[in-house]
């Protein structure tokens, strides 16, 4: 008690001494930060969250801020703006005394969205009926899209179908017309449109880029037609998609009014996870944070780790220009490095260093984009604020191992996580996994196991799955309504595959003659076991639809999908919330519209689309989550199995069904030449932007693996089974002899090397 009372006597000049002296020394450049641009690069585990919540409460009792004129921070999730909110309020009241007031968080599309609601003219956007899209390649603006550019450029379209060789065979020619439909375009439409908006491209300034490189597809032209297509369909149906947000709001900054009101408002920008921003959200930040009068630099601060971008090959985020910003800043002595982490062992740090040195070392076909930054992590000095810094590692912090296959892993994993339970229930663990077959696999393993010794296991991608319940539910019963359409059945079968319900297979084929696949007659040559599964679901939906009445159908396609109680759960929702807006008209096409309706306009409050990050990292449960959604968390014991060269680094892939139009795909080959016009870089051709762009894929998933390492703080597990699955998404664990010899990660190998110590024998 006399504590506090000392401390509310203290004037907010010793608070905030006090409040600094909680930071290390890396942190230190944020706190002392007053104006102008500062990049700051940070390791993994080195607080920069932390350190920038603390540097914004220092700010806003510096400057005095209020509502008027105010901190903007900017990050990269809701679930990490609502994290680092939490944290300026706590800085603020109980450390400093001061009003929750003089800052704002907010997401980067969010803050956007902010700015042209507030002048939707200027934003030339119509946000009052608008639908807010995330288009995939099946939704139906897409399939809209890719139909009308086929119906416009007719000579085109026939090149592709007639690909590297084609003899003119009919059932050929429809699998062709099928894979462009249904894959090929679309990919290219989804992946195009998302490069191009994001930096700024207009379809016009596409298509000239096509004029600059040789290629017989005139890939960049079919990408051109395709975007155009895009914009006038979605400005004619209302539609806006996640970059339009960044668009309106820098059109509102155009405006030198708007752009000096909100000025005004901004004393600075703060922004975290700044290595994932794209060139159009780094501007619109730096014109937000450049003062309204004179010609002073932006007051901001971008906080990020380009070793730690791990999106670059999906979205248009690239390391690159964090790396070009840290660079410029560094030239006027405005660069800080955070190197000290205290969140992991030292033998855990020392192995992350030497994984990313050797992948520098090693995987440097193009020395001006090496996978990594040259930047080392350092433990923390002794007396550090850190609780716990540094821990002392479990048995030998590092273990590698070997395993026969798949199935000594699952009981070397279950052995090892249940002592570790028996010896400290207080600690976390998760297993990390590559994709998410994977993780299913290992939870139905260890479920009976970890059952008996009462303990619980949290499968991230189990948890989330009935959030797809409305759209696998809206492809069955469209297939339903429609079941001779190719896309229709496309979308069901695909649903069934991704179910595990039927065998992975080549579904164009399938597609191409809808009614010889459901309804073969005797001429027809028997069709493989396979066929036959996915024919025999497909025939017993269709009996269904008119055996049952409608509002029965949803129920019997989650059973039929064999759905979990979660799940159920939302499909009871589901089909109440439909049944709501049927209004009575009980028939298929109603029932789909307002199914549509209700998954466009994102009018699901019932579905949990995003855990909070605390499940994640409970004690008392052992978690297996994929190594994406990883970032950002850690736990005492961190597992890494399956680490096999297929997966990491492994190739970029061509579909056996696109592979008449070439050894690579279009979707890929667009992308790296819109990357090497914003790169201003000599346009590559069809060959070398695959080669590109199997050479980021490489550089992308060691720094995955990096990321994955640096997220234990105890124990960092690692494994590479002699004998996997060919391919996880076609792998049944009741299916004998469907493991295949499988070569290490090759990073495994030159750890075994490094840590001879660590490599622990097999049974």
Not at 15 to 25: N, S
Not at 589 to 596: S, T
Not at 708 to 728: G, I, Q, V
């Amino acid at each position: 008690m006399e504590n506090l009372i000392e401390y509310k006597t203290l004037s907010l000049e010793e608070k905030i001494v006090l409040l600094q002296g909680k930071l290390r020394f890396g942190q230190r450049s944020m706190a002392d930060w007053r104006q102008g641009a500062l990049a700051v690069s940070a390791v993994p585990g080195a607080g920069k969250s932390t350190g920038m919540a603390i540097a914004a409460a220092l700010t806003i009792a510096r400057a005095s801020l209020h509502s008027r004129h105010q901190l903007v921070v900017v990050t990269f999730t809701r679930a990490a703006a609502a994290n680092i909110k939490n944290k300026i309020r706590t800085y603020l009241k109980d450390d400093l005394g001061l009003p929750n007031r003089g800052f704002v968080v907010h997401t980067l599309h969010g803050l956007a969205l902010n700015i042209a609601q507030t002048h939707p003219r200027l934003a030339g956007l119509n946000l009052v009926g608008s639908t807010l899209i995330d288009p995939t390649k099946g939704h139906r603006l897409i399939k809209t899209v890719v139909e009308q550019w086929i119906n416009q450029h007719p000579q085109q379209f026939r090149g592709l179908v007639e690909g590297l060789d084609f003899d003119g065979e009919e059932t050929e020619q429809m699998r062709r017309q099928s894979a462009l439909r249904t894959e090929i375009l679309p990919n290219l439409v989804t992946t195009v449109v998302h490069e191009a908006k994001s930096s700024g491209l207009t379809p016009e300034e596409l298509r000239e880029l096509s004029y600059l490189v040789a290629d017989d597809y005139q890939t960049l032209a079919i990408a051109a037609g395709l975007y155009t297509q895009y914009e006038y369909y979605s400005r004619q149906r209302n539609f806006l998609d996640y970059d339009d947000m960044i668009l309106g709001a820098l059109r509102v900054l155009e405006n030198p009014r708007a752009r000096s009101l909100w000025q005004q408002q901004v004393y600075a920008v703060f922004e975290d996870e700044a290595q994932d921003s794209s060139p159009l959200q780094a501007r619109l930040l730096q014109i937000l944070a450049t003062p309204s009068e004179g010609h002073a630099p932006p007051n901001i601060i971008r906080v990020g780790d380009p070793n730690q971008a791990i999106n670059s090959t999906f979205t248009p985020a690239d390391p690159l220009y964090f790396r070009q910003f840290c660079q410029a800043r560094r030239l006027e002595g405005q660069l800080a490095t955070m190197d000290q982490a205290g969140r992991s062992s030292p033998i855990i740090i020392e192995a992350a260093n030497f994984v990313l040195d050797w992948v520098n070392r090693t995987q440097n076909d193009y020395p001006e984009l090496l996978p990594f930054q040259s930047q080392q992590i350092h433990p923390v000095p002794e007396g550090d604020p850190q609780v716990d810094a540094n821990p002392d590692p479990t048995g030998l912090g590092l273990e590698i191992y070997t395993p026969m296959d798949i199935y000594e892993t699952v009981e070397l994993l279950g052995d090892r996580t249940l002592q570790l339970f028996a010896d400290h229930p207080e600690r976390t663990m998760a297993i990390l996994v590559r994709e998410n077959r994977q993780g299913s696999f290992l939870a139905q393993q260890l479920q009976e196991r970890f059952r008996e010794a009462g303990l619980g296991i949290y499968e991230v991608y189990e948890s989330d799955r009935h959030s797809h319940v409305p759209k696998e539910i809206l492809s069955l019963l469209q297939f339903l309504d429609r079941p001779h359409s190719p896309d229709n059945l496309k979308a069901a079968l695909e649903v069934l595959v991704k179910r595990e319900l039927i065998p992975a297979q080549d579904l164009n084929a399938l597609t191409t003659f809808p009614e010889q696949f459901l309804y073969p007659t005797l001429l027809e040559p028997p069709q493989a076991p396979a066929v036959q599964a996915a024919r025999r679901y497909c025939t017993q939906l269709l009996r269904a639809r008119w055996e049952l009445p409608l509002y029965h159908l949803p129920t019997f396609l989650a059973f039929t999908l064999r759905y979990d109680q979660a799940e159920l759960a939302t499909n009871d929702k589901l089909t109440e919330r439909m049944a709501q807006q049927n209004r009575g008209e009980n028939y298929l096409g109603r029932a789909i519209a307002n199914l549509q309706e209700i998954i466009n306009t994102e009018k699901l409050p019932w579905v949990d689309l995003e855990n909070p990050e605390e499940q994640y990292v409970r004690p008392g449960q052992l978690t297996i989550i994929t190594m994406h959604k990883a970032k950002g968390l850690d736990w005492d014991y961190v597992f890494l199995p399956f680490l096999h060269a297929d997966a990491i680094p492994g190739n970029l892939y061509v579909p056996a069904g696109a592979r008449f139009l070439g050894n690579y795909t279009l979707a890929e080959v667009a992308r790296a030449q819109i990357r090497a016009k914003l790169h201003d870089l000599e346009i590559p051709n069809p060959g070398q932007a695959w080669q590109e762009a199997e050479y980021l894929k490489t550089a992308e998933e060691f720094r995955l693996l990096y990321v994955a390492m640096t997220r234990a703080k105890r124990l960092l597990w690692l494994s590479a089974e002699e004998k996997a699955p060919f391919r996880w998404n076609i792998f049944n664990p009741l299916t004998s002899g469907s493991l295949q010899a499988k070569q290490p990660c090759p990073a495994i190998p030159a750890l075994k090397q490094k840590f001879p110590g660590a490599v622990i024998p097999s049974f």
